[in-house]
């Protein structure tokens, strides 16, 4: 089964950049669409952005929308997301997952494999 690796996370101030990276134990993910999502305590699991197969297809959440980029090198096995402009409101523990699907899929129960999550603190 597939395995999945977060990594990137960390204590960035407002109006920073950070780069999440997921890492995947096998080739076997390129047929599928992957995501990110977030969960900040005491909140549901919040859709941040997906990507499909084959790399030519992206969404994003509306709260990122303009400040994050979703990439994928299938060489690498690895997916990037990109985080600019990041707010107090953007902390929260970033899980990658891979999808059920080939296309964008925007529901967690889309996805059936998941990472550990790695925290993401963006201080005011």
């Known amino acids: 089964q597939v395995q999945l690796v977060e990594s990137g996370g960390g204590l960035v101030q407002a109006g920073g950049s950070l780069r999440l990276s997921c890492a995947a134990s096998?080739?076997?993910?390129?047929?599928?669409?992957m995501g990110w999502f977030r969960q900040a305590p005491g909140k549901e699991r919040e859709f941040v952005a997906a990507?499909?197969?084959?790399?030519?297809?992206?969404y994003y959440g509306d709260s990122v929308k303009g400040r994050f980029t979703l990439s994928r090198d299938k060489d690498k096995n690895t997916m990037y997301l990109q985080m600019n402009s990041l707010k107090p409101e953007d902390t929260a523990v970033y899980y990658c997952?891979?999808?059920?699907?080939?296309?964008?899929?925007?529901?967690?129960?889309?996805?059936?494999?998941w990472g550990q999550g790695t925290q993401v603190t963006v201080s005011s």
């Open positions: 997952a891979v999808g059920v699907r080939r296309n964008v899929v925007t529901t967690p129960t889309s996805y059936d494999i």
């Open positions: 096998s080739g076997t993910y390129n047929r599928y669409a």
């Open positions: 990507i499909n197969w084959s790399g030519g297809v992206t």
